[in-house]
């Protein structure tokens, strides 16, 4: 599975209130799980340095 | 009817929590009619524990206390069990150590030595409070998500269940509070609560036969 | 390699560090073998000073997220 695939079934199943939660620092920039799921979704640079950082960090 | 050895120091604020919970469990015991040894405050100390453990020979244990991988603490955090000292004192018993990560050394450790089954944590335990019920366990909504799995899983085994089954029911347990952290709007914090009840889960883990049960 | 494991290292600190911080401060957790129960800034605190408890807040953390992925939770 593509990693921004993988990224949408994780965001979907997520409670609601997690999602507000911080899951990446990018930056010294806190970006939450809604956040990074309009970048990815917008196919964004942000997005993709998301991505590639939480593929590091495991959580995808 | 089995003997059972209840450890449980009271000397800070977070082993009042596991004291005052833990209090069920041993009106429970002897409600059923097991031979119940209850050692609190400054009598869960090493001295007596150990005297009792090698005269009384209880089939099944609850140890309160602070803890380490190779330890589990009484009164004043004295060391009672050790890994590297005493582990064969466990030996044909069935243990459930509410201390922190005593599953991860001292738990195979004891097996290795005789003990039947050693259930615990292979994570530091954690334990949530309600600001709101000061310092009160009883009133206390938060620290009963935490502590009230640990308290099914030990009733489970009163009433003779297998090691097995009673993790199971434990972990269930705190998978609906997980859950309900998750979804409640009922206090604003909830949702920062359960990763930590999420270790807790995780580390929930029973050395040796999963089988066994007391009679 | 090892300077790459402790870029990795660094941002697991900060992202705990900042998911801690969206807590109210009327949080409060006893963990390990702390004999209280600590607030939401003494928990940073942890993290921040990287002692063996703040280690272990950060593991506990990010077992939790990937929890998601493996639909644990």
Not at chain 2, 107 to 114: D, L, M
Not at chain 2, 150 to 161: A, G, T
Not at chain 2, 189 to 202: D, M, R, V
Not at chain 3, 51 to 69: D, N, S
Request: hydrophobic share 40%; net charge neutral; proline share 3%.
């Amino acid at each position: 599975m593509e990693l921004k695939e993988e990224f949408f079934k994780i965001y979907a199943n997520l409670p609601i209130e997690e999602r507000n939660n911080v899951v990446v620092v990018l930056n010294k920039q806190p970006i939450s799980w809604n956040i990074a799921y309009l970048e990815i979704k917008n196919n964004t640079k942000l997005g993709h340095k998301i991505l590639k950082t939480l593929k590091e960090l495991n959580i995808l | 009817m089995a003997c059972v050895l209840f450890s449980r120091p009271c000397d800070d604020v977070t082993l009042n929590y596991l004291h005052y919970y833990s209090k069920e469990l041993v009106l429970e015991c002897d409600k059923i009619g097991h031979k119940t040894i209850n050692k609190e405050k400054e009598e869960a100390n090493k001295a007596i524990i150990i005297s009792i453990i090698n005269k009384q020979k209880p089939e099944l244990i609850m140890f309160n206390g602070h803890g380490s991988p190779e330890e589990i603490c009484g009164h004043k955090q004295e060391v009672i069990i050790s890994a590297k000292e005493n582990p064969e004192t466990l030996k044909n018993t069935i243990v459930y150590s509410l201390s922190c990560s005593s599953a991860l050394i001292l738990g195979p450790k004891s097996v290795e030595n005789g003990a039947i089954s050693f259930i615990g944590y292979e994570f530091d335990f954690a334990l949530g409070k309600d600001t709101e019920s000061e310092a009160s366990p009883k009133y206390d909504k938060i620290a009963k998500l935490f502590l009230e799995p640990s308290n099914i899983l030990f009733s489970s085994l009163l009433n003779k269940k297998n090691v097995k089954t009673s993790v199971e029911k434990a972990k269930k347990k705190m998978k609906e509070n997980i859950d309900y952290l998750h979804a409640t709007s009922s206090f604003p914090e909830a949702i920062y609560y359960a990763p930590f009840l999420f270790g807790n889960y995780l580390g929930l883990i029973a050395h040796g036969d999963n089988e066994a049960f007391i009679n | 390699m090892n300077e790459k494991n402790e870029e990795i290292e660094e941002i697991k600190k900060e992202l705990v560090i900042e998911r801690l911080r969206q807590a109210p401060s009327t949080v409060k957790i006893a963990f390990g073998s702390s004999n209280e129960f600590m607030n939401r800034d003494e928990l940073i605190e942890q993290v921040q000073k990287e002692t063996e408890l703040g280690k272990k807040i950060i593991k506990v953390q990010l077992e939790y997220l990937k929890a998601f992925k493996k639909g644990v939770v």
